[in-house]
């Protein structure tokens, strides 16, 4: 389960069937998220996890994301002044916000102006390099996904909604996720 910082209250019930393995269901659950993913699952009384069941994430300081650019512009040799440095490398490190996805699409967008300018740093156009990031970033996240998380990409919605919140029986789960996991347009 990612994004496991945003539990909800609402969600307890499920979440704590599924750790505690009440269903008997082939199922180890794994959660991802920010540093604070351990509080927010205790708040919701899932406290005995194990240490390898959650995995949490933090973003790049700005001195960090700031040495990336400088890394990108030295090792490519990009002549450029202090101020222009800083004016670019700090866009990028605020727009990045430290996560290193979003790092690498910035400076891909810059990599991409940067060619366009002949490499002139002087050259480069905010604007462009934004919506070109914006681009990568989109393009990015679609191919992440694979059909078979396209296809079921609501699944998990589906089952909290349809596997009632007093009991996780088997046979009702197995149902809901073949009724839920079928591709668009197909029929039972």
Known sequence: MDEIQNVKPKHEQFINELHEGNHVLPIVPLYTGLTNSRKALAGIGVSRVQTDNVRTFSSLS??????????LIVRCRITHSRERFDEISNGIAERSEGWPQHLRTETAALSWRLKQADCELSRTDFAEIDSKAQYYRVKSYRARRSPEIDAAKNLVGAMMRDVPEQELPRGKITNAISRNARPVGTVE
């Open 62 to 71: 700005v001195a960090e994301s700031k040495r990336n650019v400088k890394l």
